[in-house]
């Protein structure tokens, strides 16, 4: 637009802006804004708005803020934009810090089976970032732990990232570890027998027509 004359607009920067934070390359987010600012264009509220969320969206929380008290006249997207300003990570480090400050309060010593429950939570609910901070603690603590690499494995599947998933089994083979298969176990005409996963039973039939029946 320079190069062609073009003057950028009120229109030109919040684009700009947009696409900035959708991609989160906020140092050419920074550049347009200081070209704004140079170029003397008031900022006004649809405006901000988009400046607002790029610098909360790349963590910038400082400059967001000071966006928002410049704002003359502050609408429902401004408050709506601010308010958002948390973004994925910053709300996962927060989540790791109440738990990471949780778990120093306790009156217990801080171990490797502490993380490690923490990060078997973290497999339930899918916080994969999170998972692999408390992962980092359980190996410090204890590096020979041989449940690590199964619950990462079982964390990187829950959240359907099967790549990683397949390292961490790699690693379990590198390590000569084997996971211990599911099983269950079932009463069968007075005898409990043990079903364990892909194994082949003498009585198979017999107990798949009892599990059919209950």
């Known amino acids: 637009m320079q190069s062609g004359?073009?003057?950028?607009?009120?229109?030109?920067?919040?684009?700009?802006?947009?696409a900035c934070a959708s991609i989160g390359?906020?140092?050419?987010?920074?550049?347009?804004?200081?070209?704004m600012t140079k170029a003397g264009?008031?900022?006004?509220?649809?405006?901000g708005n988009t400046l607002v969320d790029m610098y909360s969206k790349a963590g910038s929380f400082k400059d967001a803020k000071k966006i928002f008290d410049r704002l003359e006249k502050k609408d429902v997207?401004?408050?709506?934009?601010?308010?958002?300003?948390?973004t994925t990570d910053l709300r996962r480090k927060l989540a790791f810090d109440r738990a990471q400050c949780f778990i120093k309060a306790m009156p217990i010593e801080t171990n490797a089976a502490v993380w490690g429950a923490l990060l078997s939570a973290c497999r339930i609910h899918e916080n994969v970032e999170l998972g692999i901070i408390a992962a980092e603690c359980v190996f410090e603590l204890d590096p020979h732990d041989s449940?690590?690499?199964?619950l990462l494995a079982n964390m990187y599947a829950s959240a359907g990232r099967w790549s990683?998933?397949?390292?961490?089994?790699q690693m379990m083979k590198d390590i000569k570890l084997k996971k211990e298969p599911a099983c269950s176990?079932?009463?069968?005409?007075?005898?409990?027998?043990?079903?364990?996963?892909?194994d082949q039973h003498p009585q198979i039939e017999e107990i798949r027509g009892m599990w059919e029946k209950n």
């Open 5 to 18: 004359e073009y003057k950028p607009t009120h229109f030109t920067y919040s684009s700009i802006y947009s």
């Open 25 to 35: 390359a906020v140092e050419q987010g920074k550049w347009v804004h200081a070209h």
């Open 41 to 47: 264009l008031m900022l006004i509220a649809f405006v």
């Open 77 to 86: 997207v401004s408050w709506n934009s601010i308010l958002g300003v948390p």
């Open 147 to 150: 449940d690590l690499p199964v």
């Open 164 to 169: 990683d998933a397949a390292e961490a089994r």
């Open 185 to 198: 176990w079932m009463e069968v005409a007075n005898a409990v027998h043990m079903l364990v996963a892909n």
